[in-house]
């Protein structure tokens, strides 16, 4: 049962790499949400607090290994935003 | 405490709605990773099925929530790839 969560908790985790493989080689993010990665990104912060506060391994080491992949998609996302706004003016 | 753990859950949960809202609208699949929908709805599944098994209420909850969004998201990218393939053929 145990192998059950460690598997889910590795394919959640793991997931997010294709994703910011892809968008940083493509560098296309026009159909990348900024609020799922403002969003997503908090939530995963809040989570490696939540258990460096509770002193619980393994959801330190999963919140900050996902933090990588889901960092990397967000500052894509702000700064493909950011030059947007800059073209427009 | 236990309120920054809840705090984390509704924010990773609540953060793929807003990109199933863009995806269905918008239809623009292209920046979306198959790959990173395929595992994280995969994922979200074995931790639902673990909360099942070890009676984990908010595992069952939080997961089922967030299956909505994500496999929503999984649908459309898999009916625009399908739709593709048949265009080039």
């Not at 059950?4 to 026009?30: C, E, H």
Request: hydrophobic share 50%.
């Amino acid at each position: 049962m145990a192998l059950l969560g460690y598997l889910a908790a590795s394919l959640t985790t793991v997931s997010f790499f294709p994703q910011a493989i892809k968008t940083v080689r493509s560098g296309d993010t026009s159909a990348i949400s900024l609020r799922m990665y403002a969003l997503f990104t908090l939530g995963i912060s809040c989570w490696g607090v939540y258990g460096l506060l509770t002193a619980d391994g393994p959801l330190i080491v999963a919140n900050a290994i996902t933090l990588v992949p889901a960092g990397l998609i967000l500052e894509r996302k702000g700064r493909a935003l950011l030059a947007g706004r800059r073209r427009r003016h």
